[in-house]
């Protein structure tokens, strides 16, 4: 980010005259009073908007200073190099001129979006249906709220044309950030929250247990032959509401339902939205310390301690779910490795304990060379063989010769990250799209060898009940 910054006495004069003539960003950033996710979710419904939470860490978002879209151009990047395409575009949209204000705080700016799970053309298989989620978008917020255990704080940026002197822009957000804040204050002393999500009319399932069936057979044939030792099939399940749910009112609910897992939304239209609850990180990115996790392996919750316990148990003790796992586990090193990062020693599994299910977990943790990217992680590590497959290029194939409908956003990474390359990415799971009163889940489960089909129904089914019950879905008829 290259940021013009005179000195207090010329204030900002000369920031009109910064360097390009299509002008520049600038930035303003006031602390907040503490408060909740809720209160700044329950603002008017606005075309754009997202939110992140991992952990006490949450971002809320909403409309566009700029965006980087894949479909820039016509044709786009290459699907094979989208993630380096989307790193070149960051690159050049933080080197240009930023004016901050010097008499406050100020936020590193960040790019919250996301990737397809197979970017090549005409993955999507519906005309139409993921056309506000192509094969990758980020957006540099108007406006977005920051909060942790140290505070929070709203920053409002936008960008200006060159002839507007940069003491006017920054006085012009200043008075746009207090007035927000004003009303964040407000909405908190309320306690104002999103609406209910509205009733759900009809279901359909896309994938029949049939259908279901045969793409299991074609994975376990493949598997038989040496061509895969796993592949993550995935089935989607639609939801008609009795009028077009609003975005906030979905992720509060999924949010009081899964309140340790990595939330996200991204909303590019007021009927478009992608929300979801991941169990797992891709990988997170501060200065040089990379985290992930590898999760793969599933059973039920017990509806007692006793069960629970016994369940969990059994699971670390399968053969057929610890191999799963070490598929998962094993793929993550190995390609850490290609590009020089270490996991080091490898932990023992643990159990990753949700609302509907728990899963083998293992927590990974290095060191990366100065100066990587998280989004270059991110290419190294997507698609995981938690999401895909091991190995990778046959378990894909498999998968978009078996899946009837393409998969969109389902699977790929969502998050963000900063101009400086910290970031934090999870694989889109537990999620639904909407499009208008339609809601599309997906849940899939890791075929392995010793899988059995209506076991791996059965496993989708308790995936699907993370987003059927923050929808007040208590089953699907």
């Not at 074609?218 to 639609?238: E, M």
């Not at 990180?281 to 999760?295: D, E, K, N, P, Q």
């Not at 969990?312 to 053969?319: I, K, N, P, T, V």
């Not at 963000?416 to 809601?439: H, Q, Y």
Request: include cysteine; glycine fraction near 10%; aromatic fraction near 8%.
């Amino acid at each position: 980010m290259k940021t013009v910054e005179p000195s207090r006495g010329e204030r900002r004069s000369d920031a009109a005259k910064a360097e390009r003539a299509g002008g520049y960003f600038a930035s303003v950033t006031l602390r907040l009073p503490n408060l909740e996710p809720e209160a700044v979710l329950a603002t008017p419904p606005v075309g754009m908007r997202g939110f992140w939470q991992s952990g006490p860490h949450w971002i809320a978002h909403a409309g566009a200073a700029a965006e980087i879209d894949s479909r820039e151009g016509g044709s786009g990047p290459p699907r094979s190099h989208v993630i380096a395409w989307v790193r070149k575009r960051a690159e050049r949209l933080f080197a240009e001129p930023w004016v901050l204000d010097l008499d406050g705080e100020s936020r590193r700016p960040r790019l919250h979006g996301g990737f397809a799970f197979d970017p090549r053309p005409g993955a999507g298989r519906e005309p139409g249906f993921w056309e506000a989620f192509p094969g990758a978008r980020f957006v540099l917020p108007a406006y977005e709220v920051e909060a942790d255990g140290r505070g929070a704080w709203l920053t409002v940026t936008r960008r200006f044309a060159a002839d507007v002197p940069g003491d006017q822009a920054i006085d012009r957000l200043r008075r746009r950030a207090t007035r927000t804040r004003e009303q964040l204050a407000e909405l908190e002393r309320r306690g104002a929250v999103p609406g209910p999500v509205p009733q759900a009319t009809a279901f359909e399932e896309l994938v029949d247990r049939e259908c279901w069936r045969r793409g299991v057979d074609r994975i376990l044939a493949g598997i038989r032959a040496g061509q895969v030792r796993k592949a993550a099939l995935a089935r989607p399940l639609d939801i008609t509401f009795a009028e077009p749910p609003d975005s906030a009112g979905v992720l509060c609910a999924l949010r009081t339902a899964n309140p340790l897992a990595h939330l996200y939304l991204m909303q590019f239209a007021r009927d478009r939205f992608f929300v979801g609850a991941a169990p797992e990180l891709i990988g997170s990115l501060r200065g040089r310390r990379f985290r992930t996790m590898a999760v793969g392996g599933s059973t039920p919750r017990g509806a007692d301690p006793a069960s629970d316990t016994w369940l969990g148990r059994q699971l670390l003790d399968s053969r057929k779910n610890r191999e799963e796992h070490l598929i998962v586990v094993e793929d993550i090193v190995e390609r850490l490795r290609e590009i020089g990062v270490d996991a080091g020693e490898i932990p023992d599994p643990a159990l990753l304990r949700l609302p509907r299910i728990q899963h083998l977990r293992t927590d990974l943790e290095a060191e990366t060379p100065s100066g990587t990217h998280v989004l270059s992680l991110v290419e190294a590590l997507h698609p995981t063989a938690a999401v895909c497959g091991h190995p990778r290029p046959e378990a894909l194939r498999l998968l978009r010769a078996g899946e009837p409908l393409g998969r969109g956003w389902y699977a790929g990474p969502v998050g963000w990250f900063d101009d400086r390359g910290g970031g934090e990415f999870a694989p889109a799971l537990r999620c639904g799209v909407a499009r208008g009163p339609l809601l599309r889940l997906y849940a899939g489960a890791g075929i392995v060898k010793g899988s059995w089909a209506p076991a791996e129904w059965d496993e989708t089914q308790v995936k699907l009940q993370t987003m059927l019950a923050a929808l007040g879905v208590a089953r699907v008829p």
